[in-house]
């Protein structure tokens, strides 16, 4: 897929390696240049512009991009303006980041739907991952359940999903498998991709290095998680 990311603060810029390392092309968006020259090497592409300007933000490929997601964070009248001019422009999915409940209310009043809120949302996936070790990233659907990526544990290598039972044993299920590739670009620069393996067999067995994508209550995904450190 093809993103737009404007604003690379922490979390544009995060998200913008994030999705590059999982194989998209992303063109990073931003005014400072010290933001933009920090990426330049990371990412598919980084552009120094004034993503208010309208005629500036036009000559962006819009037409190529499935997502734009306006990450601007330390200024909310900029973002609302850069927010609405994309809406304006009829991207084809647009994502805005709020920063308190009031400018949430704006960006909905304009017609974005689609709205991050990462001060809230990286803070529980952090909580997450330094209560538990070997979680890489979590997704909480609510209270009680989540999907997790977890580390595949030493003593399941080489093993298969129906061996260990994972629904049996712990009560959970695999959604997938993520494998990280070395791959090499034009200038043989070498980087990660992390490809997912689509819905795993119960013969399938697991390499050193897979990443697990687990289903199932926090309760039995703590239980697994401390059991297989």
């Known amino acids: 897929m093809k993103f737009i990311i404007v604003g690379l603060g922490i979390f544009g810029a995060s998200l913008a390696e994030k999705l590059t390392s999982k194989g998209n092309e992303v063109i990073g968006v931003d005014s400072r240049m010290d933001k933009v020259n920090a990426l330049k090497d990371k990412i598919t592409q980084t552009i120094c512009m004034d993503a208010t300007d309208q005629t500036a933000i036009s000559n962006l490929p819009l037409k190529n991009s499935d997502i734009v997601i306006v990450c601007v964070g330390e200024d909310q ?3 609302i303006m850069i927010t609405a001019l994309f809406k ?6 647009l994502i805005s980041r709020s920063i308190n409940p009031l400018h949430e209310n704006v960006l909905q009043a304009i017609g974005v739907n689609e709205i991050v809120r990462p001060e809230e949302e990286t803070a529980e996936r952090w909580a997450k991952k330094l209560c538990l070790r070997n979680v890489i990233d979590s997704f909480e659907l609510n209270k009680d359940y989540s999907i997790v990526e977890v580390h ?6 080489g093993k298969t999903i129906e061996e260990i039972g994972f629904r049996k044993n712990h009560n959970l299920l695999i959604l997938t498998i993520i494998k990280n590739t070395e791959v090499s670009n034009i200038i043989g620069k070498k980087r990660l991709i992390a490809n997912v393996q689509g819905i795993p067999d119960p013969d399938t067995s697991f390499a050193e290095d897979d990443v697990l994508v687990v289903y199932g209550s926090n309760k039995d995904i703590n239980t697994f998680i401390k059991a297989n450190r």
């Open 152 to 157: 595949v544990p030493k003593q399941f290598i």
């Open 88 to 93: 304006n422009m009829n991207v084809k999915r």
């Open 77 to 79: 009248g900029a973002n």
